[in-house]
């Protein structure tokens, strides 16, 4: 692919340097030697699938009288749409050519530095006013293609330029169908941490699309990191899906909190729920930001800055800008949680497992480690297991028909929900820890802050059998279990529970708060998060009176009657939805089965 000084590029193009390499290929900077003006050219091999340029040599494939026509190339019509494209803000498509086993596009040469050039080399000075002269200029790329009903598919900070004039422009608009047409196929496929979900299963596709990748942009110039980031389209799902994203306006200071709202629409996993148009979202985003003007003036200083400057800073010590907010917890931190619950629960159960017939001495805490280490390598495997553990016990303890509902609803549970995202595993465990004091609740309030409403509910209510199990293997009444509780007589234990109206009760309130509290969470908004938490607490302190005005708790002290366990929880629930945007997974039965089978069979990568 390499061309010789004195060789021309197509015999025309008098390269001068390589500009840069990426997935499509190599840019190279080149001389129009009939023009005599600089331009970019873009150098692709072509697996020859679609074109052939003939014996008489290359020719422009976005001409009206080019050999190859729109009906025989697929994508076609689109790049010479995308050709005509005339905006400031849009680096221009010239022309495309296929010569040998290369494939040729020829660009408007933008003399200065790549968004991501400029990010790495002068990230803290990356300010409102910066990001507001982005948004302005990138969105109006976006809404002239769009308008033109061309896409980009590819938004990515190594695909927006800045010049020495401070100037924005967008290249590589129609690359994704003019290298379709040239057989290019990888060109399909964007780029992992800038495509949507719909994009990465290959579904048919509309701005908002890049409405998606333009607000992750966006979120990493802020934040300074892109978490949807990964090794494969399998993490990068993942990493969409449970993303936790800390609030833009707490990472720079000067951003609006609206901001918030808008970018965290516009990066919905789910198209529905985007704005409509680039525009919109632009609208939305825009006075939230600071002064375009002055933003330009510092895009100019720093890329004439740091082009003037010979000596290049070092990617490894390249300082990161302050946040004003801690990051949420880690996954590290939601994989030890689980791994904590999943070895308690197990070591609950290890009593009775180790009195079945025959058992071997070993097999207790063999089985409780595995639940353990499974939790925190594969939540929802360890999660699935200390479940199963669970109803083992119920049927060592002398009820089989509790055992059987146990381990057929944490079949059904995993199958439809748990196996898809470290959340459900986190909140269907969720009543373990905090279940010692009373708390079990906590769990309907974690399904309802990280799942969609449907998938929330179900999540609540398989907690809620979780924790009724527990409360029947150690004669405790409903909210609480105890650890050590042996030799209990389990059916008549969870025969008083289950004849209780207030158990009933209970279990509707978990639906109820895991309904209103995701749907509260859905709107991406701290104030309407943390209302729909302290609804949901007003619920399940309704859920308590019953139990407690009948029994009294079976004589537990005031302080223990499940008054402050919900206090507590719901007091959580309200300081993680105003500090921090909701997790949110769109768990589609149907559509997470065909993601698999791609997976499987190579066609979603």
């Known amino acids: ?32 030697t009939r023009i005599q003006r600089r331009v970019a050219v873009k150098i692709m091999p072509v697996d020859g699938r679609a074109l052939d340029a003939g014996a008489s040599g290359p020719s422009s494939l976005l001409s009206d009288d080019a ?53 790495s080399q002068a990230s803290p000075e990356i300010t409102p006013d910066v990001v507001a002269a982005v948004v302005h200029d990138v969105a109006q790329a976006l809404e002239v293609a769009h308008a033109n009903q061309v896409l980009h598919l590819d938004i990515k900070p190594d695909n927006v330029l800045v010049n020495h004039q401070g100037q924005v422009k967008v290249t590589d608009f129609g690359l994704a169908e003019l290298s379709s047409a040239a057989g290019y196929a990888q060109a399909e496929g964007g780029t992992i941490g800038y495509m949507p979900l719909e ?26 990191e892109n978490p949807f980031v990964a ?52 609208d939305a985003l825009q006075p939230c930001l600071g002064s375009i003007t002055a933003g330009r003036a510092q895009l100019k200083e720093l890329v004439q800055r740091i082009c ?11 300082p990161h800008r302050f946040r004003s907010a801690p990051v949420p917890p880690a996954e590290a931190v939601v994989r030890l949680w689980c791994a904590a619950s999943a070895g308690i629960l197990s070591a609950a159960c290890a009593p009775a497992i180790a009195a079945l017939p025959g058992a071997p001495v070993w097999l207790a805490p063999a089985l409780a480690a595995a639940a353990t280490i499974l939790a925190l390598f594969v939540p929802h495997a360890g999660a699935l297991g200390a479940t199963a553990l669970l109803g083992v016990a119920l049927f060592a303890d002398g009820s089989p028909l509790a ?10 549970w995993w199958y439809f929900s748990g196996r898809y995202g470290i959340v459900q595993a986190a909140s269907a465990l969720g009543v373990v820890v905090p279940g010692l004091a009373g708390a079990s609740c906590f769990a309907a309030l974690a399904s309802g802050y990280a799942l969609r409403a ?8 398989f907690s809620f059998l979780v924790a009724l ?8 009444p409903w909210g609480f279990w105890r650890m050590g509780a042996h030799g209990v007589d389990v059916n008549a234990a969870l025969a008083g529970l289950v004849g209780r109206p207030g158990t009933w009760i209970a279990l509707a309130a978990w639906v109820l708060v895991a309904l209103v509290f995701s749907g509260s969470c859905a709107r991406r908004s701290r104030v309407a998060g943390a209302a729909g938490a302290l609804a949901a607490g007003a619920l399940l302190a309704c859920a308590v009176v019953p139990d407690w005005a009948v029994g009294g708790f079976q004589g537990l002290p005031t302080y223990e009657a499940g008054f402050v366990p919900v206090l507590a929880a719901t007091a959580v629930a309200v300081l993680a939805s105003a500090l921090f945007v909701p997790a949110r997974q769109p768990l589609y039965e149907d559509e997470i089965a065909q993601d698999l089978r791609q997976l499987g069979d190579g066609s979603g990568a």
């Open 67 to 119: 050999a190859l026509d729109a009906e025989r190339v697929p994508g076609l019509a689109e790049a010479r749409t995308a050709a005509l494209l005339s905006d400031p803000h849009i680096a221009g498509v010239l022309d495309f050519e296929v010569q040998g086993d290369c494939a040729y596009l020829i660009m408007e040469y933008v003399d200065g530095l790549t968004l991501s050039q400029l990010m």
């Open 403 to 412: 055992g059987s509902v146990m381990l057929g609803a944490a079949a059904v």
């Open 308 to 318: 003037a400057d010979d000596e290049e800073e070092p990617e490894a010590e390249r």
């Open 469 to 476: 199990m527990l409360a029947g293997l150690s004669a405790s």
């Open 454 to 461: 449907k998938y929330a509910a179900a999540n609540a209510a």
């Open 1 to 32: 692919m390499a061309q010789a000084p004195e060789e021309l590029i197509l015999g025309r193009y008098r390269p001068i340097e390589t500009a840069g390499e990426g997935g499509f290929g190599t840019v190279v900077a080149a001389w129009d």
């Open 199 to 224: 994009q990465m299963r290959r579904e048919p596709l509309d701005e908002r699309c890049d409405e998606w990748a333009f607000a992750s942009l966006v979120y990493e110039m802020i934040a300074d």
């Open 231 to 282: 090794k494969n389209l399998k993490q990068a799902e993942q990493a969409i899906c449970n993303a936790e994203l800390v609030l833009p306006s707490l990472c720079m200071p000067g951003i609006d909190a609206r901001a918030d709202d808008a970018i965290f629409r516009a990066l919905d996993p789910d198209r529905d729920e985007r704005f409509e148009t680039v525009a919109d979202f632009a």
